[in-house]
Nanobody
Framework: VQLQASGGGLVQAGGSLRLSCAAS????????MGWFRHTPGKEREFVAG????????YYADFVKGRFTISRDNAKNTVYLQMNSLKPDDTAVYYC?????????????????WGQGTQVTVSS
């Protein structure tokens, strides 16, 4: 399985970015996808997750109302639309795939990871 994340960059506070994660290697539509982020000195933290059909979505409290996760199973791609960005959102963002059918927030329960994409929000 390969996960390729893209879409990061530098944006001013209040701006928006859309991250994409393209998957290959196994049936994308059968697997839970998640987005995590990591900043130096902190644990990798859950941002958002989506069930295989896109019908169930879960968000960390700190992004609720600002970020939206979605997926296009025909394109084997999961997205993270990030609006109203804050400097605290600065991190490397990773997509991850899980074989089990339930969205969870624990990073170690995800099987495959993308390489990460840097998001920097300036004040």
């Amino acid at each position: 399985v390969q996960l390729q994340a893209s879409g990061g960059g530098l944006v001013q506070a209040g701006g928006s970015l859309r991250l994409s994660c393209a998957a290959s290697g196994r049936t994308f539509s059968s697997h839970v996808m998640g987005w995590f982020r990591h900043t130096p000195g902190k644990e990798r933290e859950f941002v958002a997750g989506i069930g295989w059909s896109g019908g169930s979505k879960y968000y960390a409290d700190f992004v609720k109302g600002r970020f939206t996760i979605s997926r296009d199973n025909a394109k084997n791609t999961v997205y993270l639309q990030m609006n109203s960005l804050k400097p605290d959102d600065t991190a490397v963002y990773y997509c991850a795939q899980r074989g089990a059918p339930v969205v969870v927030t624990t990073p170690t329960l995800y099987d495959y990871w993308g390489q990460g994409t840097q998001v920097t929000v300036s004040s």
